[in-house]
């Protein structure tokens, strides 16, 4: 003889909440990767800074020695995404500040000799920038 037995509403609230913990077991165990939040390679030499990345959602800078005179020739090739761009030395306002950019060429005088730090912060970017120092009036 098959005999039924039905559930309890206490019963399914039960059922329910084992379900839920064995989930979150389940989530834990399994771990979860971090965002990549830069996947790419950034050089740094007399020349001056060289970037590229394939993902930038984080900011990435580097410092150069410049002399006041010399030039620096920023120029950023856009993928995707957008990035803001800052020049300048510590504790000073920076010479040159951009946001939300895409594609960018320019040349920024360097009117006084110092350590200039250059950054670029990505917003889900793909692309390269580039800072290269130039002696004055040369393109």
């Not at 990435?60 to 761009?85: C, F, M, N, P």
Request: proline residues 4%; charged residues 20%.
């Amino acid at each position: 003889m098959d005999k039924k037995f039905p559930m309890t509403k206490k019963a399914w609230i039960g059922a329910a909440a084992g379900v839920c913990l064995l989930a979150a077991v389940i989530f834990l165990l399994a771990g979860r990767t971090p965002p990549v939040v830069f996947d790419g390679s950034m050089t740094t030499d007399a020349s001056g800074a060289h970037m590229e990345y394939r993902v930038l959602d984080r900011e990435i800078s580097a410092r150069l020695d410049l002399t006041a005179g010399e030039e620096l020739k920023v120029t950023l090739a856009h993928v995707s995404g957008a990035v803001d761009l800052t020049v300048g030395m510590e504790g000073r306002e920076p010479i040159y500040r951009g946001n939300g950019q895409k594609n960018a060429g320019f040349i920024l005088k360097i009117t006084e000799t110092g350590n200039y730090r250059v950054s670029v912060t990505g917003h889900q970017a793909k692309g390269s920038a580039s800072f290269t120092r130039l002696p004055g009036g040369e393109e």
